[in-house]
């Protein structure tokens, strides 16, 4: 059974200009996307598609790299805009063999829509696909919303990518502590008896804190300058269609 193409929709309460620019620009499109370490343009002759080099560190000591072709319309009768591109990685340690995707960018009274829908074929046979299926495909599109999240904050709020992690890291440390601590006090409840008179009352508050402090810690909403996935959109609206301008392009070489 195939999976499901992803799509990641965001709201972004921005000029249209400044968000081509961010994420059309390799340099800046690398900062914010989590998927990618490194985005380079190849040289091109006049008229031909813009072909690209692409990298993304999975360990320290282990990066996979491919390459791809894109094209894009700036200037559409509707008003809208769009991105196309087809990619291929030959590193046999990449579970994506080879793949194609999309922007648009459909401006609206307070901003743009902005979303994507991309598929890909993974490789290593039967295990490939059933790792994909399982985890990579849920954690790709994870990444993708994640990274909208960190795009937007960017533009509407002036929080650079650089400083989206660290605060989404803090806030992921916070609740990972909180967890712990929960969890470790619970497991000491059999001591509540030590404290005499006071064990009764004990007894009863100090579980239900604990299991507060925990829900908090796994359920809270994250603070608004915390990229987070869960403000993406995540299906589509109603039945999508790739733009013809995927199409035109041939798979890199």
């Given at each position: 059974m195939r999976s499901k193409a992803l799509y990641i929709e965001a709201?972004?309460?921005?000029?249209?200009?400044?968000?081509?620019?961010?994420?059309?620009?390799?340099?800046?499109?690398?900062?914010?996307?989590?998927?990618?370490?490194?985005?380079?343009?190849?040289?091109?002759?006049?008229?031909?598609?813009?072909?690209?080099?692409?990298?993304?560190?999975?360990?320290?000591?282990?990066?996979?790299?491919?390459?791809?072709?894109?094209?894009?319309?700036?200037?559409?009768?509707?008003?809208?805009?769009?991105?196309?591109?087809?990619?291929t990685s030959p590193h046999p340690l990449s579970l994506i063999a080879e793949g194609s995707g999309y922007w648009r960018y459909v401006p609206e009274a307070d901003g743009v829509r902005f979303l994507t829908g991309y598929d890909y074929r993974p490789r290593w046979g039967a295990f490939g696909a059933l790792a994909d299926r399982v985890l990579f495909r849920p954690l790709m599109g994870w990444a993708t919303a994640w990274s909208f999240d960190r795009l937007r904050l960017w533009l509407e709020r002036g929080i650079t990518p650089e400083r989206a992690l660290l605060n989404w890291l803090a806030e992921l440390t916070v609740r990972a502590l909180v967890l712990a601590a929960g969890c470790a006090g619970l497991g000491l409840s059999s001591l509540v008896g030590l404290l005499g008179a006071l064990a009764p009352t004990v007894a009863f508050l100090c579980p239900l804190l604990l299991l507060v402090a925990i829900s908090l810690a796994l359920f809270m909403a994250p603070r608004s300058g915390t990229p987070a996935a869960r403000r993406c959109r995540r299906t589509p609206p109603s039945r999508v269609r790739a733009p013809r301008l995927l199409c035109t392009l041939e798979n890199p070489s």
């Amino acid at each position: 059974m195939r999976s499901k193409a992803l799509y990641i929709e965001a709201r972004i309460r921005a000029d249209l200009d400044d968000l081509w620019a961010r994420t059309q620009d390799p340099a800046l499109h690398q900062r914010w996307d989590l998927r990618f370490t490194e985005i380079d343009y190849l040289p091109r002759a006049e008229g031909e598609p813009q072909r690209f080099r692409y990298a993304t560190r999975l360990l320290p000591f282990l990066t996979v790299s491919g390459t791809g072709v894109s094209a894009g319309e700036k200037e559409r009768p509707d008003g809208t805009r769009t991105s196309a591109l087809r990619f291929t990685s030959p590193h046999p340690l990449s579970l994506i063999a080879e793949g194609s995707g999309y922007w648009r960018y459909v401006p609206e009274a307070d901003g743009v829509r902005f979303l994507t829908g991309y598929d890909y074929r993974p490789r290593w046979g039967a295990f490939g696909a059933l790792a994909d299926r399982v985890l990579f495909r849920p954690l790709m599109g994870w990444a993708t919303a994640w990274s909208f999240d960190r795009l937007r904050l960017w533009l509407e709020r002036g929080i650079t990518p650089e400083r989206a992690l660290l605060n989404w890291l803090a806030e992921l440390t916070v609740r990972a502590l909180v967890l712990a601590a929960g969890c470790a006090g619970l497991g000491l409840s059999s001591l509540v008896g030590l404290l005499g008179a006071l064990a009764p009352t004990v007894a009863f508050l100090c579980p239900l804190l604990l299991l507060v402090a925990i829900s908090l810690a796994l359920f809270m909403a994250p603070r608004s300058g915390t990229p987070a996935a869960r403000r993406c959109r995540r299906t589509p609206p109603s039945r999508v269609r790739a733009p013809r301008l995927l199409c035109t392009l041939e798979n890199p070489s």
